[in-house]
Structures are given as structure tokens and as C-alpha cells.
């Protein structure tokens, strides 16, 4: 909460933007700014170090976006009783898009946000239109989960992070847990499909794509408008051999 007198406009806009970014809303009727998580901790260190990183930069939660999650879960195309992983959910959007599409699934999620889990868990609660939503959300940094000796899921969706090729880190520890004839969709930056950033890490992705001859559709740099960035992406599909 600010202190009771009121600030002078210029400071008032600075205090604001900090506790924005440490995850706060204002809330007229409270008078305060509401968090979701406790935000000691982080503002102690914008004291201390006079800097402030942005919870949503720090997590990279740029979250789906309600269209864009339906043309995944067209791409993805949901079978009754399959097993979906979802690994970075964020607050769930691209699995109420493939439950709307298909209910009969068992969808397991993960991600490194607890709010985010919490909001995913809240949404299943509310039921989405079906009494019992076979969903499955743990706290976990997907990059630190095993997969199965012999893997079980028949589908993957996913938007995982971008900074620094996360987000082929990512796709690639994945692809571990889909089973043989299962398939991976994944929203992804357009970094590694670019011919002249192909080096590294980002050619060996490129080969690797190009091998399970993957489909590469163009999402624009309009996408994520909503969520925040103008980041552009693009949506990989990946069969596995049966």
C-alpha cells in the first residue's frame, strides 16, 4: 500500500511503474496494490540495487493469446482419451482450447510460476463447462522433469519460453515424452528457421526439424500484440514415427 499522504505526480508515476512490475494491480476499492504473490522479496532487491526486473520478462510470460490458442488446437487436432502434456501452461489457454475442442482428454501441465498454476487450477474448479476437467498442473521447471522410460503422451502443445533459444531447449526435451505416432505443436520465435541465424544451436534445431520433415507455419509479428510483445513467431508441428 502507498503511504496515506499523497505523492507528487512524478513520484506517484514511479512507485507505480515499480510495483507494476513486481506483479502489482491497483485496486480502486482497496486503495492499494494487489498481488498475487508476495512482493517483499523482489522489492527489497529493487532497493537495494536500485534496478527492477518485470515479472512478466523475468518468467517470459507472454500467454497465448484466446485465437491464436484455437488455431493450436485446430493444428493439434485433439483424439478422445489421449494424453496431452502441456509444459509451459501459463494460465491455461491453450488447454481450455483444446478441451472446447475435445473433453475426453487427460492434460498434464507444468509450470515454473505458481501464480500460474494457481490460475490454471482456479479456471478447473470453474468447471469450463464440464463437471470434472482431467487436468493435472504441478509447479515445476519443465526443463528439470524426466520423461518416462517408454514415453506416453500422444500429444504436446506448447508456448514455451524464447529468450536465449529457451524455447528449442525446450521443444527438444518435449519431444522425449511423446510416444511413437504421437505429434508435437509448439508455438516458437522465428529465430531458428531464419537462414541466417541457422548456426549452432539453432542449425542443429533446423536439421532436426527438417529429418521428421516438420510443417512450419508463419504467425506474423502480430500475434502476441495482446500479451505484450511483438516477438515474431512461428507454429512447428512434428509428427514421430510410429
Sequence with gaps: MLPPEQLDRKLYTKVNKV?????????????AHLFQHDPREALGLAAESGKVTHRKNA?????????LAQRVAEVADPQPG?????????????????????????????DIDP????????NADEGHGASELPVIVAERDFL???????PTIDLVVMNPPFAKDKDIAHVRHAWEFVK??????????????????????RRRFAEFVDDLAGHVEGLGHGAFEASGTSVGTVLLTLHKPA
Excluded at 518468467?59 to 485465437?67: E, G, W
Excluded at 501464480?115 to 482456479?122: G, R
Aim: proline share 7%; with cysteine.
Design 19 to 31: 510495483l507494476a512490475a513486481v506483479g502489482g494491480k491497483w485496486d480502486r476499492k482497496a486503495g
Design 59 to 67: 518468467l517470459q510470460a507472454f500467454y497465448t493469446p484466446r485465437d
Design 82 to 110: 489421449e494424453r496431452v502434456l502441456e509444459p509451459s501452461c501459463g494460465h491455461g489457454a491453450l488447454i481450455w482450447a483444446l478441451l472446447e475442442r475435445e473433453p475426453d482428454l487427460l492434460v498434464i501441465a507444468f
Design 115 to 122: 501464480d500460474a498454476c494457481a490460475a490454471v487450477e482456479a
Design 144 to 150: 528439470t522433469v524426466e520423461p518416462a522410460p517408454e
Design 180 to 201: 511413437p505416432g504421437g505429434r508435437l505443436v509448439s508455438i516458437m520465435s522465428t529465430g531458428w528457421c531464419q537462414s541466417d541465424n541457422r548456426r549452432g544451436v
